[in-house]
């Protein structure tokens, strides 16, 4: 299983780096809706959209997809 | 070809077995051939040239190699178990170690059903038991121990 | 010898080998909790637990573990040790639950029908809707006693008593502009006498006797309520939360693993994702108490917890830690099955 996105359906609401538990534990200031300082977490949204950076860190909880309104980041 | 050096290990078997003084009859069955058939091996004849030659390099094989090609060509398990009973001469004690799994893989492998399972554990009858080895190598949790006595 | 056969429908699979014995494993995706016990016993390392949190809560279309039949010696272990009955596995035929040789953990759910009262809150409560409650209500017709009787004279038609009757007891056959009939069915009836009361031109007599002379003329056995109440073995995971709802203690929960459930709520980050994988309800968050007010982040019904381990499985920060300390199995003589069994068990 792997996780994929799709920048044309992304809003750049960030709401997926914001709710990945990996993220949040990587970098907590994305926590409090700031953008994360270090490409170490999963996914950031960068020039408006989602892009994926760590993604083999990846825990595969299904978190990012469960909050995602456009379907733009899930697992398959 | 394979018919005739088939004839070969019977006919060693049959000596074999000659000596530990059955009669004709028993090993007419226990090797699977009709009884005047045995008696022209016992005399040495009805076997075409050379299968006995063949037949006594194929006995100093490893015994797993043995096996493997007296199953191939020995139609029937009973006489290849016979076979490889009175052909192979050396004693094994057979040891399964407590990791045994019960699985029963080692049941499916022996060609010459020495292994049964009891109380999810193999046990091998070191009697039966030719020292091939198939078993210890299919064994998934290397539980088996074959040592030559 | 013979290979082993792999076997996938949709979710669930059978793998098989046929030589001196025919040894059987089947999977259920359906009573699979993701548990990963099953991974953990397997002593060949042939079956892998899938990405159960995104499998559960996005509804991938993806099995929840996954099986090398390459590597499968059908030996039965993942079998004895899933908590849920989610693989089952035979060796000619017989389940190794019926053979004796074999271990098996000790778990139970029972609904006992002689004391069951049939109410349904274990069928509400059941977080994974494995009981059924059927059940037999009496008549309604037996439960009270009266008379009526409407004066067809006296009625003008109106159509007022048909119309309040609770109990749909009342009918009228318009067959003409002023031609009708009006009828009470009395097994429908339960003399409440609203229509008596409601009758412009009191062309209603009604009387309950219940209430004027008590319940005398009533059989207590009449108002019994029958039934049955059933659970459904695939899908039950021995949770608890039919004993603890049950307000007559007829249903009884022997649960195979004892252990502690621990949050660490510094590391928790409130994904949900133990709360939507656990298959007992344990897990939820809590209402906040009042505005601005901060509550636990993530809080636990540990009575209900069975100990499987899923949701320490799929909580990506590490903030669960589920111990088992104790796993209530059938004795072996089997050395090498007794440490698997115990391995189970967390220091």
Redesign the interface.
Known sequence: ?ELKVNQDNCLGCGVCVV????N??ISPEV?GGHGSKTTETIMMVENGVIKLFSEDKC?????C??FCPTDAI??? | MPKHIASGLKYLAALELVRDGYSQKQISKMLNVNKSTLSHYLNGRNISLGSIEIAEIVREFSPRDFLVFTDAIIEDKEATKTIVKTCLVNKYSVEVKDSCIGCGICVDTCLIDAIVLDDLKAHIDSDICCGCQICAEKCPTNSINILEE | MAANIKEVKAKDFNVERSAEEDRELSFKDESCVGCGVCESICPVGAIKLGSVGAIVRNDIDESKIEIDEEKCVLCGMCSVGCPVDALEFTVDGTPISEIETYPKLISSAEIDDDTCIYCKACERACPREAITVARQLPDRSKLVTGEIDIDKETCIDCGICEEMCPADAITIDQKGPEDFDIAVDKDKCVYCLVCKKACPVDAIMAACRTCSYGEYDLDPKDAEVTGKALIDDDACVRCGWCEEVCPVDAAKVEKPFEGELNLDLDKCTTCGACVDVCPCDVLFFPKSSAPGTIDDKLMKDEQFCIYCGACENVCPVEAIDVKRTGIKCTPTKSKSWQKSIDSLKTN
């Open positions: 299983m709710a990945c538990p990996v949040v534990s926590s825990t595969k909880c299904g978190t997809q469960v899930w697992l398959e």
